[in-house]
């Protein structure tokens, strides 16, 4: 599989300078252990889906367009840490089984358009998009699987201004439909959150951003299940109870029903055309409520109990650069991990994933958006 740079525009998490990429890039070739799960996995697959939409398209942050309407489009690559390590066989049979080349690649093409309306200090917003996986690995259904994602719905107002302070309020709702396979597969109906922002910009120059929101998940079942109709019910495994309707047999952990998020971010101009951005954000999940038992011999002494939660961080830098009043281009960096280490002893590096580039929880980005 060629490894090509990823593309993405808009990364919200996205930073750094892709020809700095075989420098940063972990030289280590061991395998890389396993860490536990630290959310479930519906919850990271939307922060996974929340990322790769903020990160293409959404007009330009300067665009001083008078329109009601505006149509944006965006065309970008994202590529995994992993990309730049090479697999090893340390084993007895290395002379006779070799490691792929490819094997931690993750590489996949982005494509976004979005459609904004204003009226008076309101606008209103809707984005769809897709995502080609150009790597064998990635793709959760299939190798180098092409996935829609979700449709995002969003409305907000302009905000208010606190007098001579200068800090801006700024809310926000949204809504998720689950056009995606992996929403579809977790059952989601729909989700709905409430955003509030606050921003002050210093000097004339320096924004600096704090945003607040909460989301609640609908789903149809507490856990992810498919059709017994697609595999049949003779290929599927699972234990007794699980299955949640006469069609549908439930596999997997639990959903998240609920998510808090924080963000912090800084945008400096570094000159009229170029701009630095910085973000961190830390995002909590609680599945839904659970009757387990640790006393299932099938179940692991470690499952929680009740109601799970997790945690996961996400921080990135980026630069941007307008070519003309419409067309712009982004690189940068992002990841996406959990905030502690898995001894639980220290906090991660939230701009860089030091643990073990095979987990691909550190990429690059690099796109191009347009705004009419």
Same mark, same amino acid.
């Given at each position: 599989?060629?490894?090509?740079?990823?593309?993405?525009a808009?990364?919200i998490?996205?930073a750094?300078?892709?020809?700095?990429?075989?420098?940063?890039?972990?030289?280590?070739?061991?395998?890389?252990?396993?860490?536990?799960?630290?959310?479930?996995?519906?919850?990271?697959?939307q922060?996974?889906?929340?990322?790769?939409?903020?990160?293409?398209?959404?007009p330009?942050?300067?665009?001083?367009s008078?329109?009601?309407w @505006? =149509? /944006?489009?965006?065309l %970008?690559?994202? $590529? &995994?840490?992993?990309? *730049?390590?090479?697999?090893?066989?340390?084993?007895? #049979?290395?002379?006779?089984?070799?490691?792929?080349?490819?094997?931690?690649?993750r590489?996949?093409? @982005? =494509? /976004?358009?979005?459609? %904004?309306?204003? $009226? &008076?200090?309101?606008? *209103?917003?809707?984005?769809?998009?897709?995502?080609? #996986?150009?790597?064998?690995?990635?793709?959760?259904?299939?190798?180098?699987?092409?996935?829609?994602?979700?449709? /995002?719905?969003?409305? %907000?107002?302009?905000g208010?201004?606190?007098?001579?302070?200068?800090?801006?309020?700024?809310?926000?709702v949204?809504?998720?439909?689950?056009?995606?396979?992996?929403?579809?597969?977790?059952?989601?109906?729909?989700?709905?959150?409430?955003?509030?922002?606050?921003?002050?910009?210093?000097?004339?120059?320096?924004?600096?951003?704090?945003?607040?929101?909460?989301?609640?998940?609908?789903?149809?079942?507490?856990?992810?299940?498919f059709?017994?109709?697609?595999?049949?019910?003779?290929?599927?495994?699972?234990?007794?109870?699980?299955?949640?309707?006469?069609?549908?047999?439930?596999?997997?952990?639990?959903?998240?029903?609920?998510?808090?998020?924080?963000?912090?971010?800084?945008?400096?101009?570094?000159?009229?055309?170029?701009?630095?951005?910085a973000?961190?954000?830390l995002?909590?999940?609680?599945?839904?409520?659970g009757?387990?038992?640790n006393?299932?011999?099938l179940?692991?002494?470690?499952?929680?109990?009740?109601?799970?939660?997790?945690?996961?961080?996400?921080?990135g830098?980026?630069?941007?650069?307008?070519?003309?009043?419409?067309?712009?281009?982004?690189?940068?960096?992002?990841?996406?991990?959990?905030?502690?280490?898995?001894?639980?002893?220290?906090?991660?590096?939230?701009?860089?994933?030091?643990?073990?580039?095979?987990?691909?929880?550190?990429?690059?980005?690099?796109?191009?958006?347009?705004?009419?």
């Amino acid at each position: 599989m060629n490894k090509s740079f990823a593309w993405s525009a808009r990364a919200i998490l996205a930073a750094g300078l892709l020809f700095s990429a075989p420098a940063i890039a972990q030289a280590t070739t061991e395998l890389e252990v396993a860490e536990p799960p630290t959310i479930p996995a519906e919850a990271e697959a939307q922060v996974e889906n929340d990322l790769v939409t903020d990160a293409i398209v959404l007009p330009a942050e300067d665009d001083e367009s008078k329109r009601a309407w @505006s =149509l /944006s489009a965006g065309l %970008g690559m994202n $590529v &995994g840490q992993g990309t *730049f390590m090479t697999a090893k066989n340390d084993t007895e #049979w290395s002379d006779v089984v070799k490691s792929p080349d490819n094997a931690y690649d993750r590489v996949s093409v @982005s =494509l /976004s358009v979005s459609g %904004g309306y204003t $009226v &008076g200090d309101f606008n *209103f917003g809707v984005n769809v998009g897709a995502n080609q #996986w150009l790597s064998e690995g990635g793709g959760s259904n299939a190798v180098q699987e092409f996935r829609l994602r979700d449709v /995002s719905l969003d409305a %907000g107002w302009s905000g208010y201004e606190f007098g001579e302070t200068g800090i801006r309020f700024s809310p926000s709702v949204a809504a998720t439909l689950p056009t995606s396979t992996a929403s579809r597969f977790q059952t989601l109906l729909f989700d709905t959150s409430l955003s509030l922002g606050l921003s002050k910009t210093f000097f004339k120059k320096v924004t600096i951003s704090y945003g607040l929101s909460g989301t609640t998940y609908f789903h149809r079942y507490t856990t992810p299940a498919f059709a017994l109709d697609s595999p049949g019910i003779d290929n599927v495994l699972f234990r007794a109870g699980e299955m949640v309707s006469p069609t549908h047999v439930a596999v997997g952990d639990r959903n998240s029903q609920f998510a808090l998020g924080n963000s912090l971010s800084v945008s400096v101009p570094i000159w009229s055309t170029l701009r630095f951005s910085a973000s961190y954000g830390l995002h909590a999940y609680w599945a839904y409520a659970g009757e387990n038992s640790n006393d299932d011999e099938l179940t692991s002494e470690l499952a929680c109990v009740g109601r799970c939660a997790g945690q996961m961080s996400t921080g990135g830098l980026s630069l941007s650069y307008g070519i003309n009043d419409w067309l712009s281009v982004r690189a940068g960096l992002s990841s996406a991990q959990p905030p502690k280490t898995a001894d639980n002893k220290s906090f991660r590096f939230p701009f860089w994933n030091f643990t073990g580039a095979a987990a691909n929880r550190s990429s690059f980005s690099l796109g191009v958006s347009g705004t009419l």
